[in-house]
């Protein structure tokens, strides 16, 4: 380890939040990096940063928030990567880990409205111009409202506050867990709730990646560990995997747990919102993977291969 434990995280005013997030969680149980200059912070721009047009689908998907990041872990210039696991791919790179996932913020979307009084989709005037990034939204919003009118919206989130407040269009989303971090849950319009809108997979969730042989450093991340987060992010990750999820394909999943069981729903969308099939299942917390996977075998099933030809 160097003199100085080196977190690595994109620059984004969210990003640097969660990596001060894991920052404190460390300090906070480990007396040797409660200093002030014990923990260094590498803020990173990553491929996905440098895009602020068009969709991410045609740019190469979400590994472009994680490749330089994940770079500087192979090469020993960061001693731990901090991610939204909602951007990290199923797979990881040779020699990389999840190490610690901190407790799941609330996962929910969010609605931002240029009106205060619109509370779920259906009160979205006819022909509303909504703007997001995320194919799952518009995939979702275009099933329930193919009246609406749809463009890419990108930037960080307070650029794209700064949209709707400019009445640029009438709403957008985004993640409750993301506008909490910032502290700006106050501009929230509505919270759309999972049979609304059912959320990306591990929305809500901060990972902590390290290096398998730097042992010291999963010992130490092992202390922070979530563990009720971390079985629900391995049974949506294992439904993604089934699923090759990636931003091509609009997908939402969600685990909940409840005393000693898991209730799993799945979703997929054309990206137009003209076909969706839903799944659920439920058992207990030890078979977190297998339901993840029942629920994307069954998706896979229910919408056969043409499905998912288009939509890849």
Excluded: W, Y
């Amino acid at each position: 380890m160097s003199e100085k434990f080196r977190i690595a995280t994109r620059g984004s005013p969210l990003a640097l939040a969660q990596a001060n997030l894991v920052k404190d969680r460390l300090a906070a149980v480990h007396s040797s990096l409660a200093s002030d200059n014990a923990i260094e912070i590498l803020p990173m721009r990553t491929s996905g940063d440098k895009i602020q047009v068009g969709s991410l689908a045609s740019a190469g998907g979400k590994g472009l928030f994680t490749k330089e990041i994940e770079d500087a872990l192979l090469e020993d210039r960061a001693d731990i990567a901090v991610h939204s696991m909602k951007d990290v791919p199923t797979i990881l790179p040779e020699g990389l880990t999840i190490g610690a996932l901190l407790e799941r913020e609330d996962p929910r979307d969010a609605l931002i409205a240029c009106d205060a009084s619109i509370k779920k989709l259906a009160d979205l005037p006819t022909g509303a111009f909504v703007g997001t990034a995320s194919l799952r939204r518009k995939a979702i919003l275009l099933n329930t409202r193919p009246d609406v009118r749809v463009d890419v919206l990108r930037g960080n989130v307070e650029t794209r506050l700064d949209k709707i407040v400019a009445g640029d269009m009438d709403a957008t989303f985004l993640a409750v867990a993301g506008l909490r971090r910032l502290g700006l849950a106050d501009r929230i319009t509505a919270f759309l709730e999972p049979d609304e809108m059912l959320p990306a997979v591990c929305q809500g969730a901060i990972g902590i990646e390290c290096r398998e042989d730097d042992t010291s450093t999963c010992d130490l991340l092992a202390q922070i560990n979530h563990q009720e987060t971390e079985i629900r992010t391995k049974s949506e990750r294992a439904f993604l995997g089934i699923l090759d999820g990636s931003c091509r394909t609009p997908i939402g999943g969600l685990a909940t747990i409840d005393g000693s069981e898991l209730f799993f729903r799945g979703l997929i969308v054309r990206p137009d919102g003209s076909e969706v099939h839903a799944a659920q299942r439920s058992g207990n917390v030890h078979d977190a993977i297998e339901i993840g996977i029942a629920v994307a075998e069954e998706l896979r099933s229910c919408a056969g291969a043409d499905f998912f030809d288009d939509i890849s």
